[in-house]
C-alpha cells in the first residue's frame, strides 16, 4: 500500500443522512489501469465524486502520497486527476474545439499544449475532422471521446473513466477501450475504470475491485477473477 499513487483508506460516506460508502479500501498503482465494477445503484460513481471532492467523506484519501482531505475540487483536477463523468459531461451547446479548449484552460505550457492537441486528433481523427462543429452533432461514441481527448488534454496523472462504455456499441467501445490502452501505456496515465461491462474491463485493467450495495465483495488480479466461475456468476453477470 505504500507506494501507491491513489489510495483509499476506510471511505465512509453518502447523501445527507443516506450512508452509501460503508469504508471502502482500494488503491491504483501509479500507471495501472484499475477495474472498479458492481451493479447499479453499488457506489462506484460514488466513489469517483468522493475522490474529486463531489461528496463529503470519512476515513481516508491520498493521491502521490498527500491526503486529499477537506481539499477543493478545482484543487484535486489540479493535482492531476481528471474525471470523465457518468454521461461524459459533455457541453453539447459548443464545439469540438470549444470542449477540448476548457480541458487545457488551466494550462499554462502553451507548446505542451499544442503537442497534445496533435496527439489527441492522433488518437480520434475523427475530433480533428468535426472540431468546428457543435458538439452535439457527434455520436454517442464520438461524444465519449471527446470526454476522453478533453481529460487528456488537462494533463492527467490519473484518470477517473465513469461506465465510457455505456450506451455504446460493441465495436465501439472496443475502439475506446484500445485508446484508453494506449494512452495508459504511451502517456503513463493511470486508470480508474468503474464499469458495469465486466468483461471487457477485466480485459483492460491489471487489478478489479467489486462493490456491492458500498463495500468490496470481492478484489484481486483482474486475470484471476475471469477465472473464477463463481466470482463471474456471483459477481460480474457472464
Ligand atoms: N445525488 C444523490 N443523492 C442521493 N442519493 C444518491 C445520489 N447519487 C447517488 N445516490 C444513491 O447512492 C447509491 C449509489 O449510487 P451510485 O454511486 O450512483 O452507484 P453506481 O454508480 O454504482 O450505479 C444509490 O442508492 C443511489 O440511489
Ligand atoms: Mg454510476
Given at each position: 500500500?505504500?507506494?501507491a499513487f491513489l ?16 469504508g ?26 468522493a ?9 481516508d ?13 478545482e484543487?484535486i483536477v489540479g493535482e ?16 469540438v ?21 496533435d ?35 488537462m ?30 501505456q ?8 468503474v464499469e458495469?461491462n ?12 467489486v ?5 468490496v465483495a470481492?478484489s484481486?488480479k ?8 463463481s466470482?463471474?456468476?456471483?459477481y460480474?453477470?457472464?
Amino acid at each position: 500500500m505504500a507506494d501507491a499513487f491513489l489510495e483509499l483508506e476506510n471511505v465512509h460516506c453518502g447523501y445527507g443522512q443516506t450512508s452509501v460508502l460503508h469504508g471502502v479500501t482500494l488503491s491504483v498503482p501509479e500507471g495501472g489501469i484499475v477495474s472498479l465494477l458492481g451493479a447499479n445503484g453499488a457506489g462506484k460513481t460514488t466513489t469517483l465524486r468522493a475522490i474529486t471532492g463531489g461528496v463529503r467523506w470519512l476515513g481516508d484519501i491520498r493521491f502521490a502520497g498527500r491526503s486529499l482531505r477537506g481539499r477543493h475540487t478545482e484543487d484535486i483536477v489540479g493535482e492531476g486527476i481528471a474525471h470523465v463523468p457518468e454521461g461524459r459531461g459533455i457541453l453539447t451547446e459548443l464545439t469540438v474545439d470549444e470542449n477540448l479548449r476548457l480541458g487545457a484552460h488551466r494550462r499554462k505550457d502553451r507548446d505542451a499544449v499544442r503537442k497534445d492537441y496533435d496527439r489527441v486528433f492522433e488518437y480520434f481523427p475523427v475530433l480533428k475532422e468535426r472540431r468546428r462543429l457543435s458538439a452535439s452533432t457527434l455520436s454517442g461514441g464520438e461524444q465519449q471521446m471527446l470526454a476522453v481527448a478533453r481529460a487528456l488534454l488537462m494533463k492527467p496523472r490519473l484518470m477517473l473513466l465513469d461506465e465510457p462504455s455505456l450506451g455504446l456499441a460493441p465495436l465501439v467501445v472496443r475502439s475506446i477501450f484500445e485508446i484508453i490502452r494506449t494512452i495508459n501505456q504511451t502517456d503513463h496515465v493511470a486508470v480508474l475504470l468503474v464499469e458495469q461491462n465486466a468483461r471487457l474491463a477485466l480485459e483492460l485493467s491489471t487489478e478489479a475491485y467489486v462493490l456491492e450495495v458500498g463495500r468490496v465483495a470481492v478484489s484481486g488480479k483482474s486475470a484471476e477473477l475471469q477465472g473464477q466461475e463463481s466470482v463471474r456468476r456471483s459477481y460480474l453477470g457472464y
